[in-house]
């Protein structure tokens, strides 16, 4: 398992990549023309990476193969999900809560490229994130940014 210090580098990088292409392009594309630029963003930050993952829903007996396709998976620890959007809406974080629960992932990027500033349209979540600090934790500030975190159970 990464330790904190890993994670918050590597989530420094994918949000750093983010804001290169949020100066650039803006926020008037469609998430499939920001998707490829993220990409290349992770592979010049050398960072590993999965893109479109399929994730498996398993309820009792059921196994639903496919049942979600998160939109990176960096490092195999940091989830990234991608928006672009006039403002995320509580079932976008619930996409992502799901995600991390279903990958294991201690920690999820929402990444709203609709955003006016791009910092103003990360949300951060985690989940059995190796610090130390319980899952119920109140949100608080990113380290790294002023991006802010949530913690879920």
Do not use: W
């Amino acid at each position: 398992m990464r330790t904190a210090d890993e994670i918050d580098r590597i989530t420094y990088e994918i949000r750093g990549g983010g804001i290169a292409i949020h100066t650039c392009l803006g926020p008037g594309c469609f998430e499939s023309a920001y998707s490829p630029c993220l990409a290349y963003e992770l592979q010049k930050r050398k960072l590993a990476f999965r893109a479109r993952v399929p994730l498996t829903l398993r309820y009792e007996d059921v196994v639903v193969e496919d049942a979600y396709q998160a939109d990176f998976i960096v490092e195999d620890c940091v989830i990234v999900e991608i928006k672009a959007i006039e403002r995320v809406a509580p079932v976008h974080v619930r996409q992502l809560q799901t995600y991390l629960r279903l990958s294991g992932c201690p920690v999820g990027l929402l990444m709203n490229f609709g955003a006016p500033v791009l910092v103003e349209g990360i949300r951060r979540l985690v989940n059995n994130f190796p610090d130390g600090t319980p899952a119920h934790s109140a949100p608080q500030a990113d380290a790294a940014s002023s991006v802010r975190t949530i913690r879920i159970p």
